[in-house]
């Protein structure tokens, strides 16, 4: 969807480059990683997306790290910064709740990205619904009830060797994470 921005051209590309460095102790290595993006690569074969991996780590900095790696695309000759919900949040280790709101990280994005040269695209908020993947928003107005697998949940079921829902992931990318996790 983030092609079909109306502030992208028709001739853009998108540049998926995530980071593959080290991790939280409870999350997927970097190196096991970067084999799932391989085979997602394969899986979405597309002439419009290259891609490139970042040896870095995340900082769990929300805002502030949605400005650094905004200007790390830049480095990359991107124009444009694709800007997840909760990009880079992190919950308060006293009362365990968010410590950046769920938008913060976009909103500073668009606010600072003008400066910087770049555009900001906001990735939308995507559920899984009975009818495929909508937008929240468009789940809401439908009546629709996500259904929602956290990533937490996801490694349990995946270390538990248990059925990970097809909606969820890739089949290749969960045998990729089950030889290596």
Do not use: C, F
């Given at each position: 969807r983030a092609l079909d921005a109306p502030n992208v051209g028709k001739d853009g590309v998108v540049l998926v480059h995530p980071t593959c460095g080290p991790t939280q102790k409870?999350?997927?290595?970097?190196?096991v990683r970067y084999k799932t993006y391989e085979v997602l690569k394969e899986e979405t074969k597309d002439p419009r997306v290259?891609?490139?991996?970042?040896?870095?780590?995340?900082?769990?900095a929300g805002?502030?790290?949605?400005?650094?790696?905004?200007?790390?695309?830049?480095n990359y000759g991107c124009t444009h910064f694709i800007i997840g919900r909760d990009m880079a949040g992190s919950k308060?280790?006293?009362?365990?709740?968010?410590?950046?709101g769920a938008?913060?990280?976009?909103?500073?994005?668009?606010?600072?990205?003008?400066?910087?040269?770049?555009?900001?695209?906001?990735?939308?908020?995507?559920?899984?619904?009975?009818?495929?993947?909508?937008?929240?928003d468009e789940a809401k107005e439908k009546n629709l009830k996500p259904v929602k697998l956290s990533g937490t949940e996801f490694r349990r079921r995946l270390?538990?060797?248990?059925?990970i829902p097809e909606w969820f992931a890739f089949k290749s990318v969960v045998n990729v994470l089950r030889q290596h996790v």
């Open positions: 409870d999350d997927i290595p970097g190196d290259k891609w490139a991996y970042m040896p870095y780590s995340m900082h769990m805002p502030r790290e949605a400005i650094q790696h905004m200007l790390l695309r830049k308060s280790s006293i009362t365990g709740e968010d410590y950046y938008y913060d990280a976009q909103e500073t994005a668009a606010k600072y990205g003008p400066e910087m040269g770049m555009k900001t695209v906001p990735s939308l908020n995507l559920v899984y619904t009975e009818e495929g993947y909508l937008t929240a270390r538990a060797g248990e059925e």
